[in-house]
């Protein structure tokens, strides 16, 4: 009984709002600093929502493996609601059968390494047409700038939108506010502390105008799907490869489903495709790029592994990924400083004692793989950018060890690993491989900046510009 009632550690609160005013406009970092103080479990309280903030590897193994089946719920999120079709999609459904069986179909019939296989050339052909366009600046002789955020946030959108629903959308699709700005809206209102959260009471009231913006984001969005599974609809036999609207269509249609699924499953899942996808493969692509920038030897010795593998006569293939041994080091070091997703957001479904804590029933637990990837005991120099640590370590990236824990771990780990490994290896790889990039204006690698700006992916506060020259020996 003593136990039962021993709570973590935890700064002062004050009456009502708790914790609240400790966070700034960077939650990570606030929950770093905090938990620097307090220790690998620490207590919160978010306006009425109890938090418990879990930053040690041992601690986030016991949420996401020995208590998995307790932890594996996800916190009410009101803004959300209006974009997942009152949960019916994956990232923000509570755990339960529902979720069991859709998570099953997505991870058989969307991210099955089968389809991903299938959509290698159109992958490709994008990366090529993006190589193209950045070789008409490299023309230009060392002196043009390419906007590399810009160019990798385009080729991100354009993949995941040829995947979901069969083609690209430009800018100026749908409507006056764009396609992609669109998207980013959904993922931007969704990272907004929303006060429905914290005080339950005032989600009817939706002070911040946060309920009412997504719901006419969601609107929008709503046509503009329904339009295409209805176009899918019309010509489904025509093509080879089936996108994620065929496969699901057919899916709704055959039955095959064990549980009630219908057009807004449909929605709700292709929408978290989209949303899941685009911004967290960007921003890692980013991240990494600006670390190699930052760290000119490491690129240099990324080039000559590249040279070596695959030569300058030719463009990097997917084949060539399992043989880029240096290339897995500098991607483990990237995503270990900059995981896009860095906090993991999920609630108690019972009380649970976790060491020698109980976390209540309800409450929000959020592990902070910010903290647990600088971890001293097992990060030396762990804000340094060292790939080379990875040399003689089997430590991966696939939620097995828990002080590196971008994709998550356990039932609620990132269903899209597999893809993501994929894209942001090949990218970067082709990027590195086919120029040469120096920062513009002679910046120093030391001066780039790093910062960060928080949302439900972290990418970086300013664009990334650097001005390439061709490397490879063919036209
Ligand atoms: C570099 C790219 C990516 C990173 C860093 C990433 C990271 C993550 C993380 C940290 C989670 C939450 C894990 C947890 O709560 O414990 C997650 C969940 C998820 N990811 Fe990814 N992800 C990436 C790419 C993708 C892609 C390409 C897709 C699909 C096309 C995808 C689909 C999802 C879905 C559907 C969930 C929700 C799973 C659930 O709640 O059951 N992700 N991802």
């Known amino acids: 009984i003593k136990n039962k009632k021993k709570r973590p550690p935890g700064p002062k609160g004050i009456p009502i709002l ?16 905090l938990s620097l103080k307090h220790g690998p479990i620490m207590y919160l309280k978010l306006g009425l929502l109890p938090t418990y903030v879990i930053s040690s590897p041992e601690s986030a193994e016991k949420i996401l493996k020995t208590y998995d089946h307790v932890f594996a719920s996800r916190p009410h999120n009101e803004t959300a609601q209006y974009i997942s079709y009152g949960q019916r999609n994956l990232i923000f459904s509570k755990y339960g059968a529902y979720w069991r069986n859709m998570k099953k179909l997505c991870t058989v019939h969307l991210l099955s390494n089968m389809k991903i296989n299938s959509f290698r050339s159109t992958r490709s052909e994008e990366i090529a047409l993006m190589i193209k366009a950045i070789k008409d600046v490299a023309r230009g002789h060392g002196r043009v700038a390419v906007d590399l955020s810009a160019q990798v946030s385009s080729l991100s959108a354009n993949l995941s939108c040829l995947m979901v629903f069969g083609k690209k959308f430009m800018d100026e699709d749908l409507g006056k506010r764009g396609f992609k700005s669109l998207v980013q809206e959904v993922t931007q209102l969704a990272a907004t502390p929303n006060l429905g959260d914290v005080f339950p009471f005032l989600g009817v009231i939706d002070l911040q105008g946060l309920t009412r913006r997504m719901k006419d984001t969601a609107k929008v969005l709503d046509e503009f799907v329904e339009k295409i599974i209805d176009e899918h609809v019309h010509d489904v036999d025509q093509k080879k490869n089936k996108d994620f609207v065929d496969t699901m269509m057919a899916i709704m249609q055959s039955g095959e489903a064990e549980f009630q699924f219908d057009r807004r499953h449909v929605k709700a899942v292709l929408l978290d495709m989209l949303v899941a996808s685009i911004d967290t493969s960007s921003s890692s692509i980013e991240w ?14 990324l080039q000559i592994e590249l040279e070596e593998v695959v030569g300058l006569h030719r463009m990097v293939e ?44 309800g409450s929000q637990v959020i592990v902070n793989a910010y903290t647990v990837h600088r971890d001293p005991n097992y990060w030396p120099e762990a804000d340094k950018f060292l790939p080379e640590r990875f040399l003689e370590s089997n430590v991966d990236v696939r939620g097995r060890d828990f002080q590196l824990l971008p994709f998550g771990s356990g039932r609620r780990s990132c269903p899209g690993m597999q893809l993501a490994l994929i894209i942001v290896r090949l990218v970067v790889a082709q990027l590195v491989h086919c120029f040469d990039w120096k920062l513009p ?30 490397r490879l020996q063919h036209k």
């Open 18 to 33: 708790g914790h609240l005013l400790l966070l700034g406009e960077n939650p990570t970092q606030d929950f770093h600093k």
């Open 288 to 301: 990494m790029l600006s670390e190699l920038l930052k760290n000119p030897d490491i690129m240099k010795k």
């Open 318 to 361: 997917e084949s060539d990924l399992e043989n880029l041994k240096y290339l897995n080091m500098v991607f483990k070091e990237s995503f270990r400083l900059h995981a896009a997703a860095p906090l993991l957001l999920h609630e108690a479904m019972e009380d649970c004692m976790v060491d020698d804590f109980c976390i209540k029933k």
């Open 441 to 470: 204006n002679d910046m120093q690698p030391k001066d780039l900046d790093m910062s960060e700006q928080f949302g439900i992916v972290i990418g970086r506060a300013n664009h990334l510009m650097a001005v390439p020259t061709n």
